[in-house]
Every structure is written in structure tokens, then in C-alpha cells.
Nanobody, 116 residues
């Protein structure tokens, strides 16, 4: 069974840092593109960052220079390092996987709250 399990969320002060993790099981991780999305209260889910199976990355303009996505294929895990956090980063963060045929899976989410 495909599972994506996020961890690492929590409460952090303005300007602080968090590292989110997403451990995948039930997929051939190395051939999947992985991504992080977030959904703030009252807003639609939006793309934060992606990393392809080849290691290429892309970021939303709002997080460029502050967030870094990476992956460890040996651990079937994708990470999101979040620095210089702002209150507007407050959201539930979701892990996403996509296979070569664009079939997607989603984790349950981990909540990030940034205090002002």
C-alpha cells in the first residue's frame, strides 16, 4: 500500500527554522517526482517546492531563497528545510508523489505555525 507520512511540523517563532520530512513506502521511490504543497486557513492548496527523480528543483516565488527541498533515495525520504519563516508560511504542509504516468499520492499533512 502506498503511504506518505509527513513529520517535523510545529510551532516556531518569526525568523526561525523547521525541517519537514516525508517518508514514502509502497512505491519505487527513486523513479518518483516528489513535492511539498501547503494549504493555509481559508486558502487553496498551493505548490511550495518540487524535486524530480533526477534531482532538479523548483520553488514557489514566495519561498525562493528561504526553503530547500532535497531527497535521500536510500531512506525513501524527501525533506523541506524551511528558514527565515514568516507568519504567512503558516499552513498544513502536504507531501506529494507523482509517478512517470502522473498518478499522484498524498500524505495526511503536518501543521506549521509561525508566530509573529
Amino acid at each position: 500500500q502506498v503511504q506518505l507520512v509527513e513529520s517535523g511540523g510545529g510551532l516556531v517563532q518569526f525568523g526561525g527554522s523547521l525541517r519537514l520530512s516525508c517518508e514514502a513506502s509502497g512505491i519505487i521511490f527513486s523513479i518518483y517526482d516528489m513535492g511539498w504543497y501547503r494549504q493555509a486557513p481559508g486558502k487553496q492548496r498551493e505548490l511550495v517546492a518540487i524535486i524530480t527523480r533526477g534531482g532538479s528543483t523548483n520553488y514557489a516565488d514566495s519561498v525562493k531563497g528561504r526553503f530547500t527541498i532535497s531527497r535521500d533515495n536510500a531512506k525513501n525520504t524527501v525533506y523541506l528545510q524551511m528558514n527565515s519563516l514568516k507568519p504567512e508560511d503558516t499552513a498544513v504542509y502536504y507531501c506529494n508523489s507523482r509517478d512517470p504516468w502522473t498518478t499522484e499520492n498524498w500524505g495526511q499533512g503536518t501543521r506549521v505555525t509561525v508566530s509573529s
